[in-house]
């Protein structure tokens, strides 16, 4: 299969430096990351200095630092990036594990700077001497460690780490004056690139790379990892699962991989796509590219050659995850792959019972790129896709997407459709002699939905006959979760509309009109505003929406006015509008129009989503108040991996038809989860919730849509006027 290279166009360009000195370190193969045995993954890249070694920050980052259990000697330090170091993929914490406590404290004090100090501790304490010089009047105390967040007896293992990089200062009243808790006053220092952190001391030592799904946290029963600071302060980290005996949470705790990435894979991976790596050389910064990444940077870790693959599935789980992609009934295959396109084989999705593929392997060839053939399972339905997030697709539709008209292969033949995709092509960096190409160490995010999954009906909705719920998922089914999601910034609605993002990508299929028009990878946020309501005693309403954002797209400009906004966006994790109104306003070039409708003699103000440019909106909404999410979320906490789900109340996806001769749709919003058995069910809140849609782009309950007016800050201009098509 040819390549096809001028369908990619990089978006990564990762720029990191690297967090030591690469020729101080060895690994042995127990130290490496990933599976030790089918119940234990090791998440720290684990090795060892024989000298102190320098520890630079890998990127731009707010930094704290905790004690390491079970050492008086011994501190980690965690680094929330500032800006990301590759575009594309959110890291959450780089955490590094084992760095000279003595280098920072002396007792509870910040140790004072010297010729030989880190960046770190100089760039404190000019800081701290700087406020003291400009405020004269206040008396300097002595530079407490806890002033930087280093105050363990204040600091329980069981806090989330977030706690600590968003906190909300509060005051306690003492003999008149208005004094900061300990548990907040301390303010985390900003480290710049490159800066030196202290050393990593002579032993055993780590690093984790953690990524990022949103800065929001769930309640203490959930399937996602738990980042707290027993976590933060460990001297190694393993995901264990040798006490865990039910078959389905040890299922459920092996995704948590997911969110894991070995250092020599992360730093291999800048040896492509214009990356670069920058180490200290005896004080000097020398960018390494290329090849010099393998040879200068990561030849001492032990998986330097290891091409890790992900594959994002179904729900946000792994490939294959509800047994829903086999080959066939007889056997536990899901995929088949290869280094040739002849050459195939069938294969299990996983190693050692972990959802990853690890590929090490050595290739007979003399060319600058090793590659590997994937044939994944079809069921040839039209919303059959296939997204890169992180690394190269060669033979991508474009840029690293691919629909279904571009995977599902031909008829054979029999006459019989295969039950493969065409073959995909992973394209990567090789070194090493003729004939003997090895992989320079890398990782993939691969996000694929091929085959449709059923649902069981936990209960069957009143007006929705059976046969509608075992069926393949709408458009918008799976897509919102996180219902119970809490910011991990604190505020107040009174100040704003705030809004959390999840940031674990998604793809949404923009079907219609029997074709292919477009597949967008999309994060999803939970706007909680207010709104006005004009009416005395409730004067204003609380509301919640899911909506989606966009962040890469594969559009089809054949179809004319039908492509889709190539508008794409990335909000951070978690931000906070504040402003005069505390009303969501839909960001360029998205706006509202409202037409007017009747249903049972009830007038009802239905909300379009339009766009400027006249395309069609690569964005959805579900609109509800804060009284119906609170039905939702009551359910929720019920169950695992809870989603919303959209029931259709018109038959045959036929509209129905108001007394003003106006198209609508209807819905009831019920809840798609996994019980304790690993089942997806179909269930309703204890209340029904109605939505209702006028474009199948934006659905709205009849109480949140209700006081959105021509005044609203959510409609543009005249563009009411031009939308009240009302007789």
Same mark, same amino acid.
């Given at each position: 299969?040819?390549?096809?290279?001028?369908?990619?166009?990089?978006?990564?360009?990762p720029?990191?430096?690297?967090?030591?000195?690469?020729?101080?370190?060895?690994q042995?193969?127990?130290q490496?990351?990933?599976?030790? =045995?089918?119940? /234990?993954?090791?998440v720290? @890249?684990? !090795? $060892?200095?024989?000298?102190? +070694?320098?520890?630079?920050?890998?990127? &731009?980052?707010?930094?704290?630092?905790?004690p390491?259990?079970?050492?008086?000697n011994?501190?980690?330090?965690?680094?929330?990036?500032?800006?990301?170091?590759?575009?594309?993929?959110?890291?959450?914490?780089?955490i590094?594990r084992?760095?000279?406590k003595?280098?920072?404290?002396?007792?509870?004090?910040?140790?004072?700077p010297?010729?030989?100090? =880190?960046?770190? /501790?100089n760039?404190?304490? @000019?800081? !701290? $001497?700087?406020?003291?010089? +400009?405020?004269?009047?206040?008396?300097k &105390?002595?530079?407490?460690?806890?002033?930087?967040?280093?105050?363990?007896?204040?600091?329980p293992?069981?806090?989330?780490?977030?706690?600590l990089?968003?906190?909300?200062?509060?005051?306690v009243?003492?003999n008149?004056?208005?004094n900061?808790?300990a548990?907040?006053?301390?303010?985390?220092?900003?480290?710049?690139?490159?800066a030196?952190?202290?050393?990593?001391?002579?032993?055993?030592?780590?690093?984790?790379?953690?990524?990022?799904y949103g800065d929001y946290?769930?309640p203490?029963?959930?399937?996602?990892?738990?980042?707290?600071?027993?976590?933060?302060?460990?001297?190694?980290?393993?995901?264990?699962?040798?006490?865990v005996?039910?078959?389905?949470?040890?299922?459920?705790?092996r995704?948590?991989?997911?969110?894991?990435l070995?250092?020599?894979?992360?730093f291999?991976?800048?040896?492509?796509?214009?990356g670069?790596?920058?180490?200290?050389?005896?004080?000097?910064?020398?960018?390494?590219?290329?090849?010099?990444?393998?040879?200068?940077?990561?030849?001492n870790f032990?998986?330097?050659n290891?091409?890790?693959?992900?594959?994002?599935?179904?729900r946000?789980?792994?490939?294959n995850?509800?047994?829903?992609?086999?080959?066939?009934?007889?056997?536990?295959?899901?995929?088949?792959?290869?280094?040739?396109?002849?050459?195939?084989?069938?294969?299990i999705?996983?190693?050692?019972?972990?959802?990853?593929?690890?590929?090490?392997?050595?290739?007979?060839?003399?060319?600058t790129?090793?590659?590997?053939?994937?044939?994944l399972?079809?069921?040839n339905?039209?919303?059959?896709?296939?997204?890169?997030q992180?690394?190269?697709?060669?033979?991508?539709?474009s840029?690293?997407?691919?629909?279904?008209?571009y995977?599902?292969?031909?008829?054979?033949?029999?006459?019989?459709p295969?039950?493969?995709?065409?073959?995909?092509?992973?394209?990567?960096?090789?070194?090493?002699?003729?004939?003997a190409?090895?992989?320079?160490?890398?990782?993939?995010?691969l996000?694929?939905?091929?085959?449709?999954?059923d649902?069981?009906a936990?209960?069957?909705?009143?007006?929705?006959?059976?046969?509608?719920i075992?069926?393949?998922?709408?458009?918008?089914?799976?897509?919102?979760?996180?219902?119970?999601?809490?910011?991990?910034?604190?505020?107040?609605?009174?100040?704003?509309?705030?809004?959390?993002?999840?940031?674990?990508?998604?793809?949404?299929?923009?079907?219609?009109?029997?074709?292919?028009?477009?597949?967008?990878?999309?994060?999803?946020n939970?706007?909680?505003?207010i709104?006005?309501?004009?009416?005395?005693?409730?004067?204003?309403?609380?509301?919640?929406?899911?909506?989606t954002?966009?962040?890469?797209?594969?559009?089809?400009?054949?179809?004319g006015?039908?492509?889709?906004?190539?508008?794409?966006?990335?909000?951070?994790s978690?931000?906070?509008?504040?402003?005069?109104?505390?009303?969501?306003?839909?960001?360029?070039?998205?706006?509202l129009?409202?037409?007017?409708?009747?249903?049972?003699?009830q007038?009802?103000?239905?909300?379009?989503?339009l766009?400027?440019?006249?395309?069609?909106?690569?964005k959805?909404?579900?609109?509800?108040?804060?009284?119906?999410?609170?039905?939702?979320?009551?359910?929720?906490?019920?169950?695992?991996?809870?989603?919303?789900?959209?029931?259709?109340?018109?038959p045959?996806?036929?509209?129905?038809?108001?007394a003003?001769?106006?198209?609508?749709y209807k819905?009831?919003?019920?809840?798609?989860?996994?019980n304790?058995?690993?089942?997806?069910?179909?269930?309703?809140?204890?209340?029904?919730?109605?939505?209702y849609s006028?474009d199948i782009?934006?659905?709205?309950?009849?109480?949140?849509?209700?006081?959105?007016?021509?005044d609203?800050?959510?409609?543009?201009?005249?563009?009411?006027n031009?939308?009240l098509?009302?007789?």
């Amino acid at each position: 299969m040819a390549a096809n290279p001028s369908n990619f166009v990089s978006p990564f360009a990762p720029q990191s430096h690297f967090f030591t000195d690469p020729a101080l370190i060895t690994q042995s193969e127990a130290q490496a990351f990933g599976p030790a =045995s089918p119940d /234990v993954f090791h998440v720290t @890249t684990s !090795f $060892n200095v024989t000298t102190d +070694a320098p520890a630079f920050a890998i990127c &731009p980052g707010v930094a704290l630092v905790q004690p390491q259990t079970g050492s008086n000697n011994l501190v980690n330090l965690i680094l929330r990036p500032f800006k990301q170091p590759i575009t594309g993929i959110n890291i959450k914490y780089f955490i590094y594990r084992g760095l000279r406590k003595a280098d920072f404290f002396n007792g509870d004090k910040v140790i004072l700077p010297t010729t030989g100090t =880190s960046d770190f /501790v100089n760039r404190i304490n @000019t800081a !701290f $001497n700087s406020y003291y010089a +400009a405020n004269p009047a206040i008396v300097k &105390p002595d530079f407490l460690a806890k002033f930087i967040g280093f105050d363990p007896a204040n600091q329980p293992d069981s806090m989330p780490i977030s706690n600590l990089f968003f906190k909300q200062s509060e005051y306690v009243s003492n003999n008149g004056q208005s004094n900061e808790t300990a548990q907040t006053s301390f303010e985390l220092p900003m480290m710049p690139m490159g800066a030196s952190l202290g050393r990593f001391a002579n032993g055993e030592c780590g690093i984790d790379i953690v990524l990022n799904y949103g800065d929001y946290q769930l309640p203490a029963s959930n399937d996602q990892f738990v980042f707290d600071l027993a976590y933060a302060r460990d001297n190694d980290y393993s995901i264990d699962l040798t006490q865990v005996t039910d078959a389905f949470q040890k299922k459920l705790i092996r995704e948590q991989i997911f969110q894991f990435l070995d250092a020599a894979a992360f730093f291999g991976f800048h040896s492509t796509d214009q990356g670069t790596v920058t180490v200290n050389s005896n004080g000097t910064k020398i960018k390494k590219t290329g090849q010099a990444v393998y040879t200068d940077v990561i030849q001492n870790f032990q998986t330097k050659n290891n091409l890790y693959l992900y594959i994002q599935s179904d729900r946000t789980r792994s490939y294959n995850f509800y047994e829903n992609y086999g080959i066939s009934d007889t056997d536990d295959h899901s995929l088949l792959s290869g280094y040739t396109e002849s050459t195939l084989t069938a294969a299990i999705y996983g190693n050692n019972g972990w959802p990853l593929i690890i590929d090490n392997t050595s290739q007979p060839h003399n060319d600058t790129s090793n590659r590997i053939y994937l044939q994944l399972v079809t069921d040839n339905s039209v919303n059959t896709m296939l997204y890169g997030q992180i690394g190269r697709i060669e033979n991508a539709q474009s840029n690293n997407f691919c629909n279904a008209d571009y995977l599902i292969l031909p008829i054979n033949n029999e006459g019989t459709p295969t039950n493969l995709t065409k073959a995909i092509i992973l394209n990567n960096p090789n070194i090493g002699p003729n004939n003997a190409k090895q992989n320079i160490a890398t990782f993939y995010i691969l996000l694929y939905q091929g085959v449709v999954y059923d649902y069981v009906a936990g209960q069957t909705p009143t007006g929705v006959e059976l046969s509608d719920i075992i069926t393949q998922p709408s458009l918008l089914d799976d897509i919102f979760g996180s219902l119970l999601a809490i910011p991990v910034l604190k505020t107040t609605t009174s100040t704003g509309c705030r809004i959390s993002t999840s940031q674990k990508i998604k793809l949404i299929n923009h079907y219609f009109d029997g074709k292919q028009n477009g597949i967008s990878a999309i994060q999803s946020n939970i706007v909680n505003d207010i709104i006005e309501t004009g009416i005395e005693g409730t004067p204003m309403l609380n509301r919640v929406a899911y909506i989606t954002e966009t962040i890469d797209v594969l559009t089809n400009v054949s179809d004319g006015p039908k492509v889709i906004t190539h508008d794409t966006k990335s909000t951070p994790s978690l931000s906070t509008m504040v402003g005069a109104s505390k009303t969501y306003t839909l960001p360029a070039p998205f706006y509202l129009g409202i037409q007017l409708f009747t249903e049972n003699n009830q007038l009802i103000n239905g909300v379009k989503l339009l766009t400027t440019d006249g395309s069609v909106p690569n964005k959805f909404i579900i609109g509800l108040t804060q009284e119906e999410n609170e039905l939702l979320k009551a359910f929720a906490i019920l169950y695992t991996n809870v989603r919303i789900a959209l029931l259709k109340l018109s038959p045959n996806d036929i509209p129905l038809k108001s007394a003003e001769s106006i198209d609508y749709y209807k819905f009831k919003i019920a809840l798609l989860y996994e019980n304790s058995a690993g089942d997806l069910v179909l269930n309703l809140p204890a209340s029904d919730i109605l939505v209702y849609s006028l474009d199948i782009k934006y659905y709205f309950s009849v109480n949140y849509s209700k006081y959105i007016s021509q005044d609203s800050d959510e409609i543009k201009g005249d563009i009411y006027n031009e939308e009240l098509n009302l007789a």
